[in-house]
């Protein structure tokens, strides 16, 4: 009934290890606003959500696996909605439920093949069944999972459904949907993809890379354009997914391609960057949830000035997105190096036009990585700098204990995965060999892959101790030279949407923008206010989703002719259908 093999075990680890300190922050972050029974139901939808995750990745046959996965879904959906006045909330938690059935619905079909193949729901009886496949079941078997899973991790174009729900759910929430949740997606794709399936085909590994890239870019360009905190980090996590499926993709290349050390080193790089952005996105959001606490707004062109408001929770969002945006020495640096080793090894090594693919996915985790630190020199910049743009930030407080002790422990977690890489590495050995189907001991990953040296860590407490001596020392303070201005204003500051201005333009043939302007006058010549909006176009939903609802409703307007009212035409349909069952299985 249970899985407790070294796979399994990782992401019951990293279920725990973002947990914990969630549940911490929930007794503060829930507090005074919530009524006493409120509170309490949102500590059993936490507790059974977080019980519903570890029997995902520890179920030990299909079916328990899907009562699991459906348990997870209805659980996140009552947590997105848990603000039930709100009518985003439960917008945002139609739109995650409707994806996410979309999603368990491909899975559904995969699972019924599989037991048709197998006669079993075992994973063992299922995988010996499905290696005698013919290559097209084996293809439709891996499309069906690819795009299931797809849909709960969030990969360009199904994560329609992440900047809705995220922004929505209380932060504690955001950052378990977002650390944890849609990592239990890239789970199911390993283990019923690569463990159980197996990689049979090259153009598999091909494909995921290909809407790797493509959730790397379109996240990251998406969140460079947001001014709402949480919805900037759910596009972040969009970005973030891809960077993971690089690595899966990466590995499961070299793994039909023969390469047994690349496959090993990719899928180490991709549980790195997995456990990476666990741990440094659920500091980000929990961060978000503070400034939200402590503001009553995400709106970061109404923030700033929060770094001598909010000091403890500035410290670690900017942790967070030195973090994210792949700087060293901290965790994400490290997995992200690791992926783009990966890729630059691969086109040395294969030969043909499998050397340009490689080099144009590095080429894409390069820019993403740029494009990220941007993005958050953007929001920790425009947030916690320069001075109070409203009243709301002026006003600013300090989260409390329970608050601090939550983002604290993932704060000290963020530090130890980046300099303690030389022993967290050995173990993602063990566990990428059981991903992959190798033993342990069959490949041994070289000496020259220069991850950081264990006396960094020392070398990192010398530098803090300096600059505290330094700090402590006699220094004379004035105002910053403001270039001849002696009366600033919030007004005069830089804003979050003139600092996306340069990659709006660059990417306008993607992000198609758009501008209003509103003039009032009190003559012919002089102008009283000045209003000027400039919004981007989400392509996906306007040119997909807008279409595709369309058709939905016009079909169902359609299905009214079929509708009279009859009992008898009623049981005409039902004896229809029975026929169609009896012809559908006399067949099969």
Excluded at 333 to 341: A, D, G, H, K, P
Aim: hydrophobic residues 55%.
């Amino acid at each position: 009934m249970l899985l407790f093999d070294p796979l399994s075990v990782f992401f019951l680890i990293i279920i725990l290890t973002i947990s914990i300190p969630s549940f911490i922050y929930s007794f503060g972050y829930l507090k005074g606003h919530y009524s006493g029974r409120k509170i309490l139901l949102g500590h059993l939808l936490f507790a059974l959500f977080v019980l519903s995750l570890l029997l995902v990745v520890s179920a030990g046959n299909i079916f328990f696996f899907l009562i699991a996965w459906e348990l997870m879904s209805f659980c996140s959906y009552f947590l997105v909605v848990f603000d039930s006045e709100n009518k985003k909330s439960i917008t945002a938690g139609t739109i995650y439920m409707i994806m996410s059935q979309i999603g368990t619905a491909l899975l559904i079909v995969a699972f019924l093949l599989m037991y048709k193949y197998a006669g079993s729901f075992d994973f063992n009886a299922v995988k010996a069944a499905l290696s005698l496949l013919p290559a097209k079941h084996q293809d439709i078997l891996f499309l069906l999972l690819f795009f299931g899973f797809g849909a709960k991790a969030g990969i360009v174009p199904l994560h329609i459904w992440l900047p809705f729900a995220h922004p929505q759910a209380p932060s504690h929430i955001s950052a378990l949907m977002s650390g944890v949740m849609i990592k239990t997606a890239i789970y199911g794709m390993i283990r019923f993809i690569i463990l159980t399936l197996g990689v049979n085909s090259l153009w598999w590994g091909e494909l995921v890379i290909v809407f790797a890239c493509l959730s790397c870019l379109v996240g990251i360009i998406y969140a460079l354009m947001e001014k709402d905190l949480k919805t900037l980090l759910a596009y972040s996590s969009v970005e973030n997914i891809g960077i993971i499926l690089l690595g899966v993709g990466g590995s499961m290349m070299f793994l039909k391609l023969g390469y047994l050390p690349l496959a090993l080193l990719a899928m180490c790089a991709g549980l790195y960057h997995l456990i990476n952005h666990a741990v440094f996105k659920g500091l980000l959001f929990l961060c978000a949830g503070s400034v939200y606490r402590g503001t009553g707004t995400r709106n970061i062109e109404k923030l700033g000035g929060l770094i001598k408001k909010m000091p403890w929770t500035s410290s670690y969002f900017l942790l967070g997105s030195i973090a994210i945006s792949a700087l060293p020495p901290l965790n994400g640096f490290i997995s992200e190096w690791l992926t783009l080793m990966v890729f630059f090894l691969g086109a040395l090594t294969v030969a043909g036009g499998i050397k340009l693919f490689f080099g144009l996915a590095a080429a894409a985790l390069a820019l993403t990585s740029g494009l990220a630190a941007a993005c958050f020199v953007k929001a920790f910049g425009i947030t916690f700098l320069a001075r109070p743009r409203s009243a709301k930030a002026e006003n600013a407080k300090e989260c409390g204990l329970s608050m601090n002790i939550g983002m604290g422990i993932l704060g000290v977690l963020v530090v130890f995965l980046g300099l303690g890489a030389v022993y967290v590495v050995k173990l993602l050995v063990i566990v990428s060999g059981s991903a992959l189907g190798i033993e342990g001991g069959q490949i041994q990953l070289g000496s020259n892959m220069y991850l950081p040296s264990p006396f960094l860590p020392l070398l990192l407490i010398f530098f803090l101790g300096l600059a505290f001596v330094l700090q402590r020392s006699r220094v004379s303070t004035n105002q910053t030279w403001d270039c001849g201005y002696y009366k600033l204003t919030p007004r005069n500051e830089y804003t979050a949407t003139a600092f996306s201005k340069p990659f709006r333009r660059a990417f306008g043939f993607f992000l198609r923008p758009y501008r209003t302007a509103n003039k009032s006058k009190d003559s012919h010549y002089h102008i009283k206010t000045f209003s000027y909006e400039t919004h981007t176009t989400k392509i996906f939903t306007k040119y997909l989703y807008k279409n595709l609802l369309g058709w939905i409703f016009g079909l169902a307007r359609n299905m009214r002719g079929i509708q009279t009212g009859s009992i008898h035409i009623y049981l005409g349909y039902i004896f229809l259908t029975l026929l169609l069952l009896l012809v559908f299985m006399g067949r099969y």
